[in-house]
């Protein structure tokens, strides 16, 4: 028989806050998060993220523009920003069906990008959201920290994690503390992943400080206005919010990407959409063209029947085969026609005018499980960093014609590590395309290395998933993460590179070198007076 002694009972004690406490603090979390891009590319890839926190007891409420809608997800509240595709097709509309220069992309991302926070802003149900008093948050997770809605952070009194579904730009880096630098690491957004010659040297420094100086004079301060608009006065300013980050998740992997020294309040996460192998569904037979088969077939038999193998294009969720240019699409069709390959073709129409007999259209494909089929030969890709990563995952060569954004940047790397080849898909040729199609297919180097690089990226210490779940739990234990953040973060530009340290030096220089100069004079004009001077006889 237990003699309830006080010791006994301090320990029942213990034990009952243990088991009753520490799960609520653990897995019982109240968490916001926010979706900005109206872009299933950049919606898809941290789904897992929210169903794995919701699955594990959290309270989860997403702002996103692409709703999972899963009911069996009870404690995942989704606020549905389906609305703002619109805002944002008619913004970049111009940069997806036609070549534009660097500076007017530059300026149309910017102002979509400021309309579609608007329109989300304004939103009934975020507006709701925002002036519930009732409200409370134990962390908000953001995409895209360069956004009004940093503000919500300080709403709710709680800690704030960034994450991004592209590598991070470097202005965003250098508000994060990661050390940058314009030869080693030029930004995504620029064509070269290297800056190996004098004009590309030159071009990655003149655009580094050009964005930051467009981000610290141009687009901050709008959206400061747009923060005291949405949130009041009171609630700072975009940079005094991203510099109180605690967490920046990144949807990159140092296999795939580059390796660079990384700060512990950025967390690598490449891959976390990665879903594991399934049987192939059945392509929706209102979504299928079936003018080169008598009778619908499900997409696995299409597949398996391909005994040459079979090519597998798409231009991914942004850009639209239909809006192509009637030409390219017309070279495209008599390339594709001069195959000996089967070809899916991620097509928006439910017809394809002069379509060869060995081109399959549809709306949409089960693009991770066609990339995993046995008799695949190749991928032709926009060069989108999900469709280039999914490929590389599952050891697919690629052709990419990229279009606009960070896509250069990935087939320039791709090309690099000899996983594919490049093709202007603006000024697109039958002959170019077609050569690079067969070289890619009939040149096993290709298909050997992209394979090498899919066991190096796999072969991780622990999933990427698993990782960021930790991460962000670890945020919420904690309530924030700033002990980890880098001495970076808060000293200028001057102090980074030396630029005092530097100018005290060479005024030293200067002012030794003036006094040397100046004590030479003075002592060569004596020297000279004394030996030099003429005698006079006295009288």
Wanted: overall charge neutral.
């Amino acid at each position: 028989m237990m003699v309830l002694t006080q010791e006994v009972i301090r320990q029942l004690l213990a034990q009952t806050f243990i088991l009753l406490v520490i799960p609520n603090l653990a897995f019982g979390s109240r968490i916001l998060a926010y979706v900005v891009t109206p872009s299933y590319s950049h919606q898809v890839v941290f789904r897992p993220l929210w169903r794995e926190l919701s699955l594990r007891g959290h309270n989860v409420t997403l702002l996103t523009t692409h709703p999972m809608n899963d009911p069996a997800l009870t404690n995942l509240t989704e606020i549905d920003l389906s609305s703002s595709y619109e805002v944002m097709s008619r913004g970049l509309s111009k940069v997806l069906t036609s070549e534009v220069n660097p500076f007017t992309s530059m300026r149309i991302y910017i102002d979509t990008f400021n309309d579609v926070m608007d329109h989300q802003m304004r939103h009934p149900f975020v507006q709701d959201l925002l002036n519930n008093p009732s409200m409370e948050f134990d962390v908000f997770l953001l995409e895209s920290m360069m956004a009004p809605a940093v503000a919500f952070a300080k709403r709710f009194e709680c800690p704030l994690v960034g994450f991004t579904s592209l590598p991070a730009i470097e202005t965003l880096n250098n508000y994060m503390g990661v050390p940058t630098h314009p030869v080693l690491y030029p930004d995504v957004l620029l064509p070269f992943d290297k800056a190996e010659t004098l004009p590309e040297r030159v071009i990655s420094l003149v655009y580094q400080l050009f964005m930051q100086l467009v981000t610290d004079f141009y687009v901050h301060p709008i959206q400061n206005v747009a923060i005291e608009r949405y949130f009041g006065k009171g609630y700072g300013t975009v940079h005094e919010h991203v510099a109180n980050t605690s967490l920046m998740i990144v949807n990159t992997n140092s296999v795939l990407g580059r390796s660079r020294p990384m700060v512990p309040t950025v967390v690598q996460v490449g891959g976390i959409n990665r879903a594991p192998p399934k049987p192939l569904a059945e392509v929706p037979e209102s979504h299928v063209c079936s003018l080169i088969i008598p009778h619908l077939q499900p997409l696995k038999t299409i597949l398996d029947t391909s005994t040459d193998g079979f090519i597998y294009f798409s231009l991914g969720s942004n850009v639209k085969s239909k809006d192509l240019p009637p030409q390219t699409r017309e070279v495209l069709l008599e390339a594709f026609a001069e195959l000996p390959y089967r070809i899916l073709w991620k097509f928006e129409l439910d017809d394809l005018p002069k379509k060869p007999e060995n081109v399959i259209i549809s709306r949409w494909f089960p693009q991770t499980d066609v990339l995993k089929h046995p008799n695949i030969k190749l991928f032709i890709t926009q060069g989108g960093l999900q469709s280039m990563e999914e490929a590389i995952f599952e050891g697919v060569p690629m052709v990419g014609m990229p279009v606009f954004a960070d896509q250069p940047g990935n087939v320039q790397k791709m090309v690099r590590k000899g996983f594919g080849l490049y093709v202007n898909i603006w000024g697109l040729e039958k002959g170019a395309l077609k050569q690079a199609v067969v070289e890619v297919i009939e040149n096993p180097t290709y298909r050997s290395k992209v394979r090498e690089a899919s066991r190096l990226a796999l072969d991780q210490p622990i999933g990427a998933l698993e990782l960021a779940v930790w991460w962000v739990e670890y945020v919420i234990r904690h309530k924030g993460a700033t002990h980890f953040q880098s001495p970076l973060r808060h000293i200028s530009w001057c102090q980074y590179l030396l630029l005092d340290v530097i100018a005290v030096l060479l005024l030293v220089i200067v002012l030794f070198l003036t006094v040397t100069y100046i004590s030479i004079r003075i002592i060569t004009k004596y020297i000279r007076k004394v030996l030099f001077q003429p005698k006079f006889k006295s009288e």
